[in-house]
C-alpha cells in the first residue's frame, strides 16, 4: 500500500516570499491533517479535513495561512507571505475515518516538507 | 489547552538493553492514546496504540502501559537495537473523539553498540 506523498522535500524561500506545499493522503483515507513540526517539539496540527470540508482549523494562522482540499482527496498548504518563525516541517497525516466523529484513527504520516525561510 | 509531556528529553542506552520511555498526560478525558517513532528526515511512524479501557498492550518488542490514575503513559521496548535510535513521541486525542491527536515534545533514544 503506498503511503502518504508530500512534495517537494524541501523549500527555501526568503520571508514575504509565498510557498505552497502539495499532499496525497493514502488512497481511502477521507480525513487529511497539516501538522507543522519545528525542530525540537512535537507535532501541531494545522488543520483537519473530513472529505473536502473542513473539521478543525482553530491553529491554522489564517491571515497567511491558507489549505484546500477541492476533490476530498489531494490537498495543498500555502503560505502567504512567509515569516522567519515558519521555518519548520509541514507534515501530512491520513486516516481512514469517514465520520467526522468517528474515534481513535491512527493517523498515518508522509516524510514531510523542510521548509527554510531565510 | 491540553497537552501532553514526556519526563526526559533524551535516554541514552546499551545494544540489548531495554529502553523505557515515559509520557505524562494532562487531559483526564482522553481515552485513546498513540506511540510514534520519528527517525531523521522522515514523518512519524505508528508504533502501538492502547485504548482507555485497558492498562496494558504488547506488540512485538514493545509494551504499552497506560496509568489513568496518574495519568501516565511509558513505552517499553524489549532488548534495543541502534535501529530503534529516533524520537519517540506519545499522542494523545484530547477531549473528543474524532479530533487529530496531539502531541508532546518527544524523547530522542539513542543506542550504542
Known amino acids: 500500500e503506498a503511503g502518504v506523498a508530500q512534495s517537494p522535500r524541501y523549500k527555501i524561500i526568503e520571508k514575504r516570499q509565498s510557498v505552497a506545499f502539495w499532499c496525497n493522503p493514502i488512497?481511502?483515507?477521507?480525513?487529511l491533517y497539516w501538522y507543522q513540526q519545528i525542530l525540537g517539539q512535537g507535532p501541531k496540527l494545522l488543520i483537519q479535513?473530513?472529505?473536502?470540508?473542513?473539521?478543525?482549523d482553530s491553529q491554522l494562522p489564517k491571515d497567511r495561512f491558507s489549505a484546500e482540499r477541492l476533490k476530498g482527496v489531494d490537498s495543498t498548504l500555502k503560505i502567504q507571505p512567509a515569516k522567519l518563525e515558519d521555518s519548520a516541517v509541514y507534515l501530512c497525516?491520513?486516516?481512514?475515518?469517514?465520520?467526522?466523529?468517528?474515534?481513535?484513527?491512527?493517523?498515518?504520516f508522509g516524510s514531510g516538507t523542510q521548509l527554510s525561510v531565510l | 489547552g491540553e497537552s501532553v509531556g514526556l519526563h526526559l528529553p533524551t535516554l541514552s542506552v546499551q545494544e540489548g538493553d531495554n529502553s523505557i520511555i515515559n509520557c505524562a498526560y494532562s487531559?483526564?478525558?482522553?481515552?485513546?492514546f498513540i506511540w510514534y517513532k520519528q527517525e531523521s528526515g522522515k514523518g512519524p511512524q505508528f508504533i502501538i496504540d492502547?485504548?482507555?479501557?485497558?492498562d496494558k498492550r504488547q506488540g512485538q518488542r514493545v509494551t504499552v502501559l497506560l496509568n489513568k490514575t496518574v495519568k501516565h503513559l511509558s513505552l517499553q521496548i524489549a532488548a534495543t537495537q541502534p535501529g530503534d535510535s529516533a524520537v519517540y513521541f506519545c499522542?494523545?486525542?484530547?477531549?473528543?473523539?474524532?479530533?487529530?491527536?496531539?502531541f508532546g515534545k518527544g524523547t530522542t533514544l539513542s543506542v550504542s553498540s
Open positions: 497525516a491520513s486516516s481512514f475515518g469517514r465520520r467526522a466523529l468517528s474515534a481513535n484513527e491512527k493517523l498515518f
Open positions: 488512497s481511502g483515507h477521507a480525513t
Open positions: 479535513f473530513q472529505n473536502n470540508g473542513v473539521v478543525d
Open positions: 487531559n483526564s478525558a482522553s481515552d485513546y
Open positions: 492502547i485504548r482507555s479501557n485497558m
Open positions: 499522542a494523545e486525542n484530547g477531549h473528543q473523539a474524532g479530533t487529530a491527536l496531539i
